[in-house]
T-cell receptor, first 110, second 116 residues
């Protein structure tokens, strides 16, 4: 059963850049990698999605190497409000459902 | 669009009672998901529907749980009888597609269930 692997937790300080890497060795050939953010007492919400190379939006950047077996979410200059759980989703070969792993708990301190 | 709408937001019930959670997906979305979140197990997919048809219910914990989607704009998750270990946040979510670009899942605010 293929799955994604990401660090359980990360700590950072305000103003720093944070990079969270996710491993997805068995990603389906034609599928996209999607990252979600979840604040306490809320449902997860979409941050960014990509297929290969680099994608950037107003919130984050997503770096995907050529083999697509991993991806890195980059949050520039984090603030306290970026404290949340971050999930990486990468549909696996043979799986049509989207399963969330445990995510990465990012704690941003002053 | 108002997003995915769930009700109730909070429910406290006694063990053995029936619990019904309701969901209205985003209009036009073909997929509807029910997730459960607990500290111990994280975010688990219970069941999902495509065009109102249940596709994968392998995540439903046991026969006490059932889900229906009678039409494109409404779904229910029922627990009968409820047990304390069912206490969790239940999220309903919807999406246009589950593969390819634009397979974003949109979540509701969740139904916080406490079974005492």
């Amino acid at each position: 059963l293929a799955k994604t692997t990401q660090p359980i937790s990360m700590d950072s300080y305000e103003g720093q850049e944070v990079n969270i890497t996710c491993s997805h060795n068995n990603i389906a050939t034609n599928d996209y990698i999607t990252w979600y953010q979840q604040f306490p007492s809320q449902g997860p919400r979409f941050i960014i999605q990509g297929y290969k190379t680099k994608v950037t939006n107003e919130v984050a950047s997503l770096f995907i190497p050529a083999d697509r077996k991993s991806s890195t979410l980059s949050l520039p200059r984090v603030s306290l409000s970026d404290t949340a759980v971050y999930y990486c989703l990468a549909p696996s070969v043979g799986y049509s459902t989207l399963t969330f792993g445990k995510g990465t708990m990012l704690l941003v301190s002053p | 669009d108002a997003g995915v709408i769930q009700s109730p937001r909070h429910e406290v019930t006694e063990m053995g009672q029936e619990v019904t959670l309701r969901c209205k997906p985003i209009s036009g979305h073909d997929y509807l998901f029910w997730y459960r979140q607990t500290m111990m197990r994280g975010l688990e997919l219970l069941i999902y529907f495509n065009n109102n048809v249940p596709i994968d219910d392998s995540g439903m914990p046991e026969d006490r749980f059932s889900a229906k989607m009678p039409n494109a704009s409404f779904s229910t998750l029922k627990i009968q009888p409820s047990e304390p270990r069912d206490s969790a946040v239940y999220f309903c979510a919807s999406s246009l597609r589950i593969q390819g670009a634009g397979n974003t899942i949109y979540f509701g605010e969740g139904s916080w269930l406490t079974v005492v």
